[in-house]
């Protein structure tokens, strides 16, 4: 297996910009006064990264991911991120099992 060159550097490319970004904004955000509405708006986002991402397979796909969506819905209300979509899984996971 080889590398090849151009997708090495469009890996490397991808790899500067996420951190630029990231890095970026953690830099810019000193700088900006926050009030609670907008702590609020921002933390609302990775929840509906969350369901941005998985929606598509709860429509697209069986009972038991339509069923650990919703279950993923209802826990990032109150978890964190990793924590709802672990719950989601296992729910698919447990739903699989038991033949849905």
Known sequence: MSIDANTLLTILAMAVATLATRFGGLLLIRHVQMTDRAKRALNAVPPAVLMAVVTPTALTSGLAETIGCAVTALAA????????????????AVLRALGL
């Open 77 to 92: 209300t109150r978890l964190s991120l990793l924590p709802a979509a672990a719950a989601g899984v296992v729910t698919v």
